[in-house]
């Protein structure tokens, strides 16, 4: 899907789960949260501060809460997808216009406008240096402009292409996940960006 700059666009362009991101768009916009675009997806923020966003991915669909990990959770619906990196953001996956609970969404929302105006947050760690592993460094050299599509990508897309190879326990498993990733860095796109759309 190509960035947009207004909701209207990104549901228009959305092929997964458009029916259902529309009805969660329709209790969030039902909330007092404002609708922006952040990171080419939809963002309701709350005086300036992210709250929840909409995703729709080829096997789900589903709400980010911002601060998810300090919610209270009572109907065990979150989940860290990103165990180890993701300190704050919580996901609430579905996959069937049945599992949409307005009732719950709105309370998630209150929570979570509550902890926002009592000051509570979990900060994101920043500035730590960015260790891209050697393999992928070689590979970017070694490939006609990799290196310099891979410097234009956001910090946070750098990162987690580092990480994805960092993450690899065998060589051959890294070698698979550079030539993976190669067009997609070319492209100028996130690891994750094919599955939004």
Request: with cysteine; glycine share 8%; charged share 30%.
């Amino acid at each position: 899907m190509k960035r947009v700059a207004f909701a209207d666009a990104y549901f228009a362009e959305s092929r997964n789960w458009r029916d259902e991101q529309l009805r969660l768009r329709s209790i969030l916009l039902a909330t007092s949260l404002s609708e922006e675009i952040k990171w080419g997806a939809p963002c309701y923020t709350h005086n300036g501060k992210n709250v929840v966003g909409i995703g729709g991915f080829k096997s789900y669909f589903g709400l980010w809460f911002h601060q998810g990990a300090l919610l209270s959770d009572d109907s065990k619906v979150l989940i860290n997808a990103q165990e180890g990196k993701a300190r704050a953001l919580r996901q609430w996956r579905m996959t069937s216009v049945k599992e949409i609970k307005p009732t719950i969404i709105k309370r998630y929302v209150k929570e979570a406008i509550s902890l926002i105006e009592s000051g509570q947050e979990i900060k994101a760690k920043r500035n730590a240096p960015l260790e891209v592993p050697t393999e992928l460094q070689k590979t970017l050299r070694r490939t006609k402009g990799a290196t310099a599509a891979f410097r234009e990508l956001r910090p946070g897309l750098q990162r987690e292409y580092a990480d994805y190879i960092a993450s690899a326990k065998r060589a051959d498993t890294k070698r698979n996940r550079i030539e993976k990733i190669l067009p997609m860095i070319s492209a100028g796109i996130g690891l994750n960006g094919k599955y939004r759309r």
